[in-house]
């Protein structure tokens, strides 16, 4: 893929990087990106399961992580996910789709251990708030990387790992799941922590990088 944006994306104007869009074509464009965040969620609960690592699940799934935040492009060889080849913007943004899907899949196993193991609603209202603090940094950064503000991404990055540090105590606190379904979702938990948590501390690196 050569370019993120063709001709036929933009009006006249070729100072504009903005879509010649309508707002039925924008929501459209939302909600194929909500479309690829299940199915990189679904992707991710899969092949965890078969022994692969994050970063090889993105590179099937069409959504590689990138190693040079300044443009990302996909050799020819390489898959990509049709709507990686949208009009640009953070919706479809690798790391936006991966922490989004990695996030879909934490709530849901940390949503059904908590119906489980019975803890009490602060507890479950901590731990939620705790969760949706980290993505909202993760995202924070991705969107900060894509200004061009290098140090102010690093932030983001770096408070979004103290608050997933944060979520694994609390994961912790929760009491043994009698069930081996309950124990199984508190493993699947665990390691979607340690991915998001190894994906800010890289993330975090890169961004202090020198550009050239």
Known sequence: MDDYYSDSFYDGDSDSQTPNWSEKQWHDYLRKSELEVRRFAAAYAVNKLRGME????????????????????????????????????????????????????????????LQETGVSADFAWNLAAAINEAASYMSGGVNCIDMGEDLLARCNYKTALFHLNNILAKLSDIPQPKSEQGRERLRRANAVIFDLRQLSLDLSKKSTKKKI
């Not at 959504?63 to 080849?85: G, L, R, V």
């Not at 989004?100 to 196993?109: D, M, S, T």
């Open 54 to 113: 994050l970063p090889e699940i993105a590179k099937i799934s069409g959504w590689a992580i990138p190693e040079n935040d300044d443009s990302i492009y996909y050799d020819d060889d390489e898959p990509f996910a049709e709507f990686s080849e949208e009009p640009w913007t953070i919706f479809n943004h690798p790391v936006y789709i991966i922490t989004r899907a990695l996030f879909r899949c934490l709530r849901e196993y940390t949503g059904k251990l």
